[in-house]
């Protein structure tokens, strides 16, 4: 005859209590963690821009008189001095105008030396008494006229001069040609541009900023210049000049940059790249799935180095971008931020941080 082992019946509830208590204190798994160091932002990057070293002072030269261009002496790029001769019109027309500028001095200068010699004979003459008032009054008007016309002749042979040297288009200082805007065989006006010079020893960079950048650029906004071949050959420079008006096409605004330095390898016409930067209060930069926001307010997830544990922190959105976004408030240089799966998480919630994850 078996035997029937019996528990007391007031055992049974202190066994599901216990049974109960027992799974509330399981403790909570420990969840991997990934995660980034937050160090600050001192420096905002507002962009990098393509341009070109140019010379600050450059001068468009065209001939003085109307004519064929016959020859030209210089190419693109060659360095000339103050008086070369850049280019040469064909100078017939000069020359004729000079020539009858010069016949109607000798012309003149004739009438001058017969008037000379009637006011002599009309002086003598009147000195001795058998002369007229009259005629020798007429005599000295005819040499006054005649003296004007000859001072009237050679200010045209003069101006004949300088039309013909004016056929020679001569640098005005030592420059670089950059351009040539006419060739030879072509008939150019009085002033039509020819010929572009660039002074070298003035260089800077040029760039296009976009319009709302050039029109409130910060205080303390910085250039850093460098080649676009050899980017460790670079300099700082600051604004000299921004166009007072927009490109129409772009929205562009021209801005010059003078040159803190200028290294051998800015040659004219080089290309450069310039990035435009502004210093700022400690900003972070941080992904953009390490920020949790819940009605309006925004804020991240701090881990404890000491005890691994997480807590929240309310944070300042100051840009988004499309995967980071900067921050300013509430953290501190090298504090661990959790980058992934921060709607998750609750208050002293413990993680485990795995080096590898670090972001």
Partial sequence: MSRISRHPLWLLPLAAILLGCSEKEAPEPVRPALYVVAHPLLIDNLGRFAGT???????????RVPGRIVRRNYDVGAVVKEGDILANLD????????????GDLAKVQAQLINAQANARRQQEL???????????DTAQADLKTTAASVQQAQAAVNQAKDELSYCNLRADHDSVITQWQAEAGQVVSVGESVVTLARPEIKEAVIDLPGPLAEALPKGIEFRVAGQ??????????????????????????????LDQTPPAFRLGSSVSVTVSSPIAQH???????????????????????????????????RRGPKTVLLEGGLKDGDYVVSY??????????????????Q
Wanted: aromatic share 6%.
């Fill in 284 to 318: 972070y930069s941080l992904p953009l799935t390490a920020v949790q926001e819940t009605d309006g307010h925004a804020r991240v997830w701090i881990i404890d180095k000491t005890t691994y544990t997480v807590t929240p922190q309310n944070v300042n959105i100051l």
């Fill in 53 to 63: 070293i140019e010379a600050r002072y450059e001068s468009t030269l065209g001939f």
């Fill in 341 to 358: 799966g921060v709607h998750s998480l609750k208050p002293g919630q413990t993680v485990k941080l795995d080096k590898e994850s670090a």
């Fill in 229 to 258: 071949l050899d980017p460790d050959v670079n300099t700082l420079a600051h604004v000299r000049e921004i166009a007072p008006q927009a490109d129409s096409a772009t929205r562009t605004r021209r801005t010059r940059l003078t």
């Fill in 91 to 102: 100078p017939t027309d000069q020359q004729n105008q000079l020539r009858a500028a010069q």
């Fill in 126 to 136: 009147f000195d001795r008494g058998v002369g007229a008032q009259a005629q020798l």
